[in-house]
Structure formats: C-alpha cells, structure tokens
Nanobody, 119 residues
Framework: QVQLVESGGGLVQAGGSLRLSCVVS????????MAWFRQAPGKEREFVAS????????RYADSVKGRFTITRDNAKNTVYLQMNSLKPEDTAVYYC????????????WGQGTQVTVSS
C-alpha cells in the first residue's frame, strides 16, 4: 500500500534528544494514520505515538507523553518523532507504520531504526 523509509536513529546520552524521520510514498495517504512503534530485545513491540494525517490528531503512549512529539510535513510526505529527555529505557528499534484511519491494524511497516540511549 505505502512504502516507509526511516532514518534518524543513533546513539545518544540520557537526557539528550533525537529526531526520527519516516518518508512515506506509494499511494495517497490523506486518510491514513501514521505511527511509531518500538521494540526492545526480548520484549514485545509497543505503541509509541501516532498522528492522523488529515488533521494532525495525535496519540501518545503514557511512557513518552510530554517527552516525544509526533508531527508530519505535508510537503515532504514525512512523519517525524521528536524525542526529548531520552531515557535508557527508550532504547529500542523504532518502527514507522501506516494504516487507514478506518482500520485497526498496521499492515505497512518500515525497516526500523536503532535508538540507543546510554546512561
């Protein structure tokens, strides 16, 4: 349906910031919700944040609320995850995902980008 290309992962110290990017292509996606998930080794993949493309409506996991901000740039077809006040427990592979707003599951995923937060 759509293709997602992620970038921006890396190594950062606790308390630092990082911005992840996800470029979306393939089909029109004005009716899509974009999301970021993350998965740490040995743990289940968990929801981080999402944004409805049409109006910018956002949702956040409690663990990142107030620290992370998800945004989108219509001109660049890109969704961002601004991560501030990073903690070691934020260390994970972060995945960009997309689904139609009427759906409940995310069928389209990026390749993932590693975020490592050192203490």
């Amino acid at each position: 349906q759509v293709q997602l290309v992620e970038s921006g992962g890396g190594l950062v110290q606790a308390g630092g910031s990082l911005r992840l990017s996800c470029v979306v292509s393939g089909r029109t996606f004005s009716s899509y919700r974009m999301a970021w998930f993350r998965q740490a080794p040995g743990k289940e993949r968990e929801f981080v944040a999402s944004i409805r493309w049409s109006d910018g409506s956002t949702r956040y996991a409690d663990s990142v609320k107030g620290r992370f901000t998800i945004t989108r740039d219509n001109a660049k077809n890109t969704v961002y995850l601004q991560m501030n006040s990073l903690k070691p427990e934020d260390t994970a592979v972060y995945y960009c995902a997309a689904r139609r707003t009427i759906a409940t599951m995310y069928p389209d995923w990026g390749q993932g980008t590693q975020v490592t937060v050192s203490s």
